[in-house]
């Protein structure tokens, strides 16, 4: 089954504790992006890939870090976790460039982050 | 900077009825744009896309329209259903290619 799966999906965390949400893709897709999705702000940006080694600053892409060594996998790095990146965090692919005609973005189902 | 309205938060509907969800963009002129339904919790799942040149597009029960006049596309779930009830977003590429902007999205509630 095409999917993009993403883990954990709940994470308790505190402040300072570095932490890595993992983003993984089953489509051979090139195009992988980072959204945080907060109440009264909706889905913003933090970071994307448009292929392996090539990464870029999104919307929100302070105190976040990124990688992606392969294709498949493009994990989320949080050095030092503050409680404002407490939020419902989506990873998302695509063929080629963000969402294109012929290839709409596949989401993973979320991970929760509450960092207290 | 580009930017996606969905008007309302939220539209309540009895079972039957048809759902029309607003979108409006300002400051772009994108070659299509997309809708993705998000459920409580989960991640958005794509549902339509309709490019600038096509009026209208259907899938089923739904029916989304495209007036790059307005700048606006409406979104039909006709003879709705309580399973029909989520979040509805819109959305359009950056220009750069490089992200999808997305609306604050509309919450449809349908009661039986």
């Known amino acids: 089954e095409a999917q993009v799966t993403q883990n954990p999906r709940y994470l308790i965390t505190v402040t300072g504790k570095k932490l890595t949400v993992t983003c993984s893709q089953n489509m051979n897709h090139e195009y992988m992006s980072w959204y945080r999705q907060d109440p009264g702000l909706g889905l913003r940006q933090i970071y994307y890939?448009?292929?392996?080694?090539?990464?870029d600053k999104g919307d929100v892409p302070e105190g976040y870090k990124v990688s992606r060594k392969e294709k498949r996998n493009f994990p989320l790095i949080l050095e030092s976790p503050s409680p404002n990146q407490t939020s419902l965090y989506f990873c998302?692919?695509?063929?080629?460039?963000?969402?294109?005609?012929?290839?709409?973005?596949?989401f993973g189902n979320g991970t929760r982050l509450t960092v207290t | 900077s580009q930017k996606i309205e969905q008007n309302s938060e939220a539209l309540n509907i009895q079972e039957g009825k048809t759902a029309t969800l607003t979108c409006n963009y300002t400051?772009?002129?994108?070659?299509?744009l997309q809708w993705y339904r998000q459920d409580p919790g989960r991640g958005p799942v794509f549902l339509l896309l309709?490019?600038?040149?096509?009026k209208e597009k259907r899938k089923e029960r739904l029916k989304v329209t495209f007036d790059t006049t307005l700048k606006q596309s409406l979104f039909h779930i006709t003879a709705s259903q309580p399973a029909d009830s989520a979040t509805y977003l819109c959305a359009h590429r950056n220009q750069a290619g490089t992200a999808l902007i997305f609306g604050k999205g509309t919450t449809l509630s349908v009661s039986s």
């Open positions: 890939s448009m292929n392996v080694e090539v990464t």
């Open positions: 400051n772009y002129s994108p070659a299509y």
């Open positions: 998302a692919s695509s063929f080629g460039q963000a969402s294109s005609y012929n290839s709409p973005l596949h």
């Open positions: 309709i490019r600038e040149n096509e």
